[in-house]
């Protein structure tokens, strides 16, 4: 059971555009982390936001905590091919829940 | 190497076989995870040790799936008896700490299909 719904599922876009991605539950969770997939490899840790209403930004990555503690977005400024890939979020409870991953295609 | 690596990178088993996945972690990480993903999709949470203790296996979907971790390093995932609905990559995460906003390291995973 996946308790973190994130939206949209799959995104292509043209390069320079901008995006936002959503993830949405309705548990509070103590922290979440945004990672990075590409395929044959391990998610790699983007980010970890910790405290409610957080925003912290990685380039042009921004990251926001909802202030409840129960979503979180990230927005990409001037997407890049590079950027392509599976994002996934992930929550921090009793256990660690994972989102249903947004797929992200960044076209040239 | 310095990261989580995991052996082998593909398997393919006829149903009914036994199989026996291999992590090794970062050396001196505590927390070991093993999480199953399914194509496109996001992972999801099998078991967690601390140590040699296995703390959580609340995500194990079936009792023909087992994991140990005997001295605390290398984690074996075994699955007895595949089925069709096996067939899934199975990634393995270590921590330095438990579980919270410490950085999970993951590794290439095991690519499993099951015919």
């Known amino acids: 059971t996946q308790l973190l719904e994130q939206s949209p599922q799959f995104l292509s876009i043209q390069e320079g555009e901008n995006l936002t991605v959503y993830c949405n539950s309705s548990?509070?969770?103590?922290?979440l982390q945004w990672y990075r997939q590409e395929p044959g490899e391990g998610p790699v840790l983007l980010v970890t936001v910790v405290t409610g209403g957080e925003v912290k930004k990685l380039k042009r990555l921004t990251f926001q905590f909802g202030d409840a503690r129960k979503d979180s977005s990230l927005h990409i400024t001037a997407a890049q091919p590079g950027d392509t890939g599976l994002y996934l979020c992930?929550?921090?409870?009793?256990?660690?829940?994972f989102g249903t991953g947004t797929s992200l295609t960044v076209i040239p | 190497g310095a990261g989580v690596s995991q052996s082998p990178r593909y398997k393919v088993a006829k149903r009914g076989q036994d199989v026996a996945l291999r992590c090794d972690p970062i050396s001196g990480h505590v927390s070991l995870f093993w999480y199953q993903q399914a194509l496109g999709q996001g992972p999801e949470f099998l078991t967690y040790f601390q140590n040699e203790a296995q703390l959580d296996k609340s995500g194990l979907p079936s009792d023909r799936f087992f994991a140990e971790r005997p001295e605390g390093s290398v984690s074996t995932l075994k699955i007895q008896r595949t089925q069709q609905e096996d067939s899934a990559v199975y990634l393995c995460?270590?921590?330095?700490?438990?579980?919270?906003?410490?950085?999970?390291?993951f590794g290439p995973g095991t690519r499993l299909t099951v015919t």
């Open positions: 995460a270590s921590s330095l700490v438990g579980l919270g906003f410490y950085e999970q390291y």
């Open positions: 992930a929550g921090a409870g009793n256990q660690f829940y």
């Open positions: 548990s509070v969770f103590s922290s």
